[in-house]
Antibody, heavy 121, light 106 residues
Framework: QVQLQESGPGLVKASETLSLTCTVSSDSISNYHWNWIRQPPGKGLEWIGHINNSGNTDYNPSLKSRVTISIDTSKNQFSLKLSSVTAADTAVYYC???????????????WGQGTLVTVSS | DIQMTQSPSSLSASVGDRVTITCRASQSISSSLNWYQQKPGKAPNLLIFAASSLQSGVPSRFSGSGSGTTFTLTISSLQPEDFATYHCQQSYISPRTFGQGTKLEI
């Protein structure tokens, strides 16, 4: 059973950088694509981006200028940095594994429990 | 970006009912459509992938269909644990996008 666990500050000041880490257990991080997805309170889900074990990334264009996703395969961890945050970045942040189905990457089969990050002014 | 639109946004039903939720894509996504169930305070859980394939461990009362731009999720006989929010998501092209969600209430 694959388990993912997000960690990081629950409160970030506006204009600063949000930093989260996802630790993957019971599976090697050297396969699959590893994702960050967020959900503002009471709203829908937004895909932020992903990384694979080779360090190749893909980001949502709406956030691309502020996002960096990195990976540390030796620790089975991947991380998210989101810079210049505003109140609009307040959300539950999930890490998730994506599998490739019929040649298409992006089926999210395992998720972390999520962590609420609040941006304060 | 591909826009995903779900209908209805909310739905009231009873245990034993058959319910259908529709998801429409702003352009063709072939069969690259996935469905998730989310309960309050929990992460989404994959139900259906590639439009109609049931994820392992998901009850057979859940089914999916469609291709191109129109897809449906059907629950054949609602159980108490099925009252939740359902999200569709396209994996056809980046950025992956989700529908706004359908809240299924008693």
């Amino acid at each position: 059973q694959v388990q993912l666990q997000e960690s990081g500050p629950g409160l970030v000041k506006a204009s600063e950088t949000l930093s989260l880490t996802c630790t993957v257990s019971s599976d090697s991080i050297s396969n699959y694509h590893w994702n960050w997805i967020r959900q503002p309170p009471g709203k829908g889900l937004e895909w932020i981006g992903h990384i694979n074990n080779s360090g190749n990334t893909d980001y949502n264009p709406s956030l691309k200028s502020r996002v960096t996703i990195s990976i540390d395969t030796s620790k089975n961890q991947f991380s998210l940095k989101l810079s210049s945050v505003t109140a609009a970045d307040t959300a539950v942040y999930y890490c998730a594994r994506a599998v490739t189905i019929f040649g298409v990457v992006g089926v999210f089969d395992y998720w972390g429990q999520g962590t609420l990050v609040t941006v304060s002014s | 970006d591909i826009q995903m639109t779900q209908s209805p946004s909310s739905l009231s039903a009873s245990v034993g009912d058959r319910v259908t939720i529709t998801c429409r894509a702003s352009q063709s996504i072939s069969s690259s459509l996935n469905w998730y169930q989310q309960k309050p305070g929990k992460a989404p859980n994959l139900l259906i992938f590639a439009a109609s394939s049931l994820q392992s461990g998901v009850p057979s009362r859940f089914s999916g269909s469609g291709s191109g731009t129109t897809f449906t999720l059907t629950i054949s006989s609602l159980q108490p644990e099925d009252f939740a929010t359902y999200h569709c998501q396209q994996s056809y092209i980046s950025p992956r996008t989700f529908g706004q969600g359908t809240k299924l209430e008693i």
